[in-house]
């Protein structure tokens, strides 16, 4: 499995920005690997965030970021990012990465729509940095 180690996060005002980063030990630009930003707060389960499958396709992102989250893979430094600009108040959570291979097996018929679930059940999650977003 990939260790992965996130930085960033913060207390921003409504409307301002943040940079969220994972540190992966291989490159993240490996072929057939899910990475992913998923979020959670006290109130809510956890909800994917924006994922990306190395194997093609571009990136997936939940409808509520849509527009204001970008992530993006860095092959040079091994870090994956969350951008995150105009923050709302109901942004405000603890954000993850992860990372997952695709097997073998799975990789003919393989997009980047099932990264979330491959996340989820068998991802390789970070310590979570917690983003705050105030009125």
């Known amino acids: 499995q990939v260790p992965v180690v996130e930085s960033g996060g913060g207390s921003v005002q409504a409307g301002g920005s943040l940079r969220l980063s994972c540190a992966a030990s291989i490159s993240p630009n490996s072929k057939h690997y899910c990475w992913g930003w998923f979020r959670q707060t006290p109130e809510k389960e956890r909800e994917g965030v924006a994922a990306?499958?190395?194997?093609?396709?571009?990136?997936n992102y939940a409808d509520s970021v849509k527009g204001r989250f970008t992530t993006s893979l860095d092959n040079n430094n091994r870090t994956f990012y969350l951008q995150m600009n105009n923050l709302k108040p109901e942004d405000t959570a603890i954000y993850y990465c992860?990372?997952?291979?695709?097997?073998?097996?799975?990789?003919?018929?393989?997009?980047?729509?099932?990264?979330?679930?491959?996340?989820?059940?068998?991802?390789?999650w970070g310590q979570g940095a917690q983003v705050s977003v105030s009125s």
């Open positions: 990306i499958y190395t194997g093609g396709g571009g990136p």
């Open positions: 992860a990372a997952a291979p695709v097997s073998s097996s799975r990789i003919s018929s393989f997009t980047g729509l099932g990264c979330s679930i491959l996340l989820h059940d068998g991802g390789v």
